[in-house]
């Protein structure tokens, strides 16, 4: 099992920053892809930005050139760095990780895992 622990997040007025981060732990071999989502009560969890082991990224037209992905693989951890903040980015973020995992018995084998999600609000 892979282990995603979030940190950060909070309120902000709008045109602030925040950044909030994602430790991944486990019997962890590799990861392939890091990436944060967001969901607002009623609607479906849209993806943000990705950032692949070999650090290309990408981002959702909503937030390019106002946030900002990166990761530390020696760490297994991926941060998203978020500049002007605008109240419709409110949301519950969420990261995620793909990759494979090393048991201790047998053979690698994927992963997927979420973490549990922190709060984001923008409110003057």
């Known amino acids: 099992q892979v282990q995603l622990v979030q940190s950060g997040g909070g309120l902000v007025q709008p045109g602030g920053s925040l950044r909030v981060s994602c430790a991944a732990s486990g019997s962890i071999f590799s990861i392939h892809s890091m990436g944060w989502y967001r969901q607002t009560p009623g609607k479906q969890r849209e993806w943000v930005a990705s950032?692949?082991?070999?650090?290309?990224?990408n981002y959702a037209d909503s937030v390019k050139g106002r946030f900002t992905i990166s990761r530390d693989n020696a760490q297994n951890t991926v941060y998203l760095q978020m500049n002007g903040l605008k109240p419709e980015d409110t949301a519950v973020y969420y990261c995620?990780?793909?990759?494979?995992?090393?048991?201790?018995?047998?053979?690698?084998?994927?992963?997927?895992?979420w973490g549990r999600g922190t709060q984001v609000t923008v409110s003057s």
């Open positions: 995620n990780a793909y990759g494979l995992i090393k048991p201790t018995m047998g053979p690698y084998r994927d992963f997927a895992s």
């Open positions: 950032i692949s082991s070999d650090m290309n990224t």
